[in-house]
């Protein structure tokens, strides 16, 4: 039956995005929404750090708001948080093994699927990235993936001019 609501209520809860939408605009509870899903896509494992320890939703907050940020994504993660939290509200006080459950359960639906993936794409991005850009919190990416940063790294954000 939930995977039936949240179908529906895909088509019934839209959040408007508009031009000047900014992160800091952003309801709290969306933001803990994603992270708790991207902590059950990212779990800690003995080598690989979590969602939350590597940043997934700083940099989110960080990029979102940037001009070249793709509109149509962050509709897909904002909205689908909204109806995932709607759908799924034990998912909250639900243990790991249940949340792990509850986002098979999401994954299901075409809708919940694509969200789900959308979330995947941006925490690799998020644990792969230059730090500069909000993730990859101690290069914890990084150093769990044994990777070594191709240099010159990034002094300014998006390509921005240098003063020499």
């Known amino acids: 039956m939930k995977r039936r609501t949240f179908i529906k209520l895909t088509s019934l809860s839209p959040i408007i995005i508009n031009s000047y939408m900014m992160a800091k605009d952003i309801d709290e509870k969306i933001w803990t929404t ?18 939350k320890e590597f940043g997934s939703v700083s940099y ?12 149509d994504d962050l509709e897909l993660i904002l909205n689908g948080a909204k109806i995932f939290a709607e759908t799924f509200p034990e998912f909250f006080k639900a243990s790991k093994s249940d949340k792990l459950e509850i986002v098979k359960q ?3 639906s075409e809708y919940g699927n694509s969200w789900l993936n959308i979330l995947v794409y941006y925490g690799i ?18 150093m769990a993936l044994k990777h070594k940063a191709g240099m010159p790294r990034p ?10």
């Not at 002094?155 to 020499?164: E, N, P, S, T, V």
Request: no cysteine; net charge positive.
């Open 106 to 108: 999401a994954n299901e």
């Open 60 to 71: 989110l907050k960080q990029n979102i708001d940037h001009q070249t940020f793709d509109k």
């Open 125 to 142: 991005e998020a644990m792969l990235s230059d730090p500069i850009y909000g993730g990859n919190k101690f290069q914890s990416g990084w």
């Open 34 to 51: 994603i992270l708790e899903v991207q902590n059950i896509l990212f779990p800690k494992t003995s080598k690989m750090p979590s969602a």
């Open 155 to 164: 002094k300014k954000k998006y390509g921005a001019k240098i003063d020499l």
